[in-house]
């Protein structure tokens, strides 16, 4: 009885840990393809930047996109955005950080 008590408890854990990692990989994905966050990805000297609404400015040195509610900026050297479609931006250059800005909620008094 001993035996089988403790292979049920290995099991209900076993079991338990996989769908806590099914849900956490689900809560990625959904986090990834929200539309109203901003979302960049970065490989070598070239990034991409999802849901852009709008680009705000451009410059040798620094591009700043609009999100919707939030903006993100790419600061670097030679940067130069090579493509524009479907609210996707894709950036080359030598991207050396990445800031990400939100609007300040109203103050309600």
Do not use: W
């Amino acid at each position: 009885m001993t035996v089988i008590r403790s292979f049920f408890f290995a099991f209900v854990i076993h079991y338990y840990d996989e769908v806590r990692y099914c849900m956490d990989i689900k809560n990625e994905l959904l986090y990834d393809f929200n539309l109203n966050m901003p979302r960049v990805l970065v490989s070598g000297r070239t990034g991409i930047i999802d849901n852009v609404k709008k680009i705000v400015f451009v410059s040798e040195n620094s591009i700043v996109i609009d999100n919707g509610k939030r903006f993100t900026a790419l600061n670097g050297q030679n940067l130069t955005i090579t493509q524009i479609e479907d609210e996707r931006v894709l950036v080359t250059g030598e991207i050396k950080s990445i800031e990400f800005y939100g609007a300040l909620p109203a103050d309600k008094d």
